[in-house]
Structure formats: structure tokens, C-alpha cells
């Protein structure tokens, strides 16, 4: 199904759908594609739920030129895709197009299974930089219970596109790969703040809540006032963070995290954060003025429990 009319379009839920409790929206004609500028704005992730009864993704964000588009204030669940190549990409949402602005506000995403991305994928078709790149906003939000199954990022799959995210969940989610919670690739500006990142697991890659992996471009991440716990990965039961071998040049900044119970199949490899060569790494402890630097030469494992500062 299409929501592709040119112009700003807007689609309100009437409360009066919701009097008599919360209902449920069954896809029987497969995802619903969005190529234009469009508001989709619901009552509450309690009241409204949008499910793909594992039959398809729920929406599919795709194409060229400006994009604008706002989700929010519902539950989206039981997406599932399969199949090759980026058909198999965002098990629930799926944004795979060019300078656009798309924000997921109050929305639960639950349920869903895809190669990558098993919650939301989201990618820049044609960015060569950050400054040029599409931004992905999510705020006040639940990602749980989504599965990658044959990559990473099973919450979410960021690549080569700026990301906000704010005051969200990411819990429960299980990748096969790297990212748990959520991968990113392609070196761009991502900001995670206010989120916690709890019992995810990267089952046979690193990174059980968060991994991020610049490829080929300089990748910025700044991760402010988060907790991890309970996640698990082979390496960097938390956070793994990796550079490839011909640029060098990420730059990770932490501010006031907080972890515990996070582990890691092999002993002493970070159950809170592994860093790998290649990687420039800022922890910053606010209320007590401690900063910790490690360039990018240096590898770094912090485990739960330990005096980063010292």
C-alpha cells in the first residue's frame, strides 16, 4: 500500500477509534510504502498497534529527493523480511533513501526479524560525508524482542546516515553478528543520549548493546548518559567500537555511562567496551571534572567494575 500523494500530507487517529480500548491494524496487503512528505501520528503506543503478522516489514521509506517524515504514538510489531540483498533489511521499518529527515517519536517496535536491522534499518543511498548525510531521529522509544538474523543490528542498523537518539529502550534483542541493540557502519555523526541498552546479545559477533564500525569515512559517536546492563557479546559486552585498516580516524566520546552485568564469552575483552586500533576514545565523568583520553594506537578493554580514570 502506497502513502505517496505530493505535499505535505498528515494522518490523524481520531481518538474517538480508541473509547473503547486499544485496536489492532492487521497488514494483509504487505508493507506500506512511504516516498513523500508525510506526518503519520497515532494515539499511544498502548492504544494503536500496526502488525505485519510476520508476513512482510510494516513501513518502507524509500526513493530520492527531500523527505520529511514523522511516525509517531503507536506499536509496530511482527515485521519479518527475507530473501537478498537489502530486501532483507528492516524487519519493521526500513528507510533506504536520500536527504531526508525522518523522526520515529513514541513508537514501540517489537517483534521483528530481518537479516539486518531487524527492528529499523535505516541507510543514505547517496551521502560521501556527515555534512551531506540524512538524519535519523529517535526519541521517547522501545525497540524489543527484534532478532538479526543473518547480520547485526537487531534493535536497529545505521548506515552511512547521522542519528539522534534520546530517551529510548533498546532490550532484548539478539543479533548473530555485531550490535545486539544496535550496529552503525559508514562513519557518520551519531548522538545517543538518555537511552538504556539492556539484555542484548551479539551471539556470535561484538558489541552485545552497541557496535560501530567506520568502513571507509571518519565516524563520530557520542554516547551521554546511558546505561548497559546485562548484555552480552564475544567481545565488548557493552560497546564495541572498530576502525578498518585504511582510515583510522573514528572518534568515540563517553559521557557519565553507567554498566553492570554486562559479559563477554572471552575473559578480560570488555564487558563494558572494547576499543579497538583505529579508534580515538574520550570518557568524560561530568560531576567530577575526570577525563580519560586513549588515541587511536592504543587498544582498550573496561570491564564492569573498573576505574576507567585511573
Known sequence: MALNQQGLQTITFASSLFSSGAKTL??????????????????????????ANQQSRVFDISGLGTH???????????????GSGSDAYGGAVRVSAST???????????????SLGGGIYVADTTSTSASSASLFTLIN????NNEASGGGGAGMYIHCANATIQNSIFSGNTALNSGGGIAMTGGRVVNISETTFSNNTASSGKGGAASLTSDYNNGVLTITSCSFTGNHATEGGGIHISADAYNRSDSVTLINITSSGNTTTTSSKGTTIAKAQGVSMTIKKTSTGQTKIWDASIVKYLEDGQNWFA
Do not use: F, W
Open 68 to 82: 520529511n517524515i514523522i511516525i509517531s504514538g503507536m506499536t509496530i510489531t511482527n515485521g519479518n523480511v527475507s
Open 26 to 51: 492487521l497488514l494483509t496487503q504487505g508493507e506500506l510504502s512511504v516516498k513523500k512528505n508525510i506526518t503519520i501520528t497515532g494515539p499511544g503506543q498502548n492504544l494503536l498497534t500496526i502488525d
Open 141 to 144: 522509544s522501545t525497540l524489543s
Open 100 to 114: 531526508y529527515s525522518v523522526t520515529l517519536d513514541s513508537v514501540t517496535i517489537k517483534n521483528s526479524s530481518a
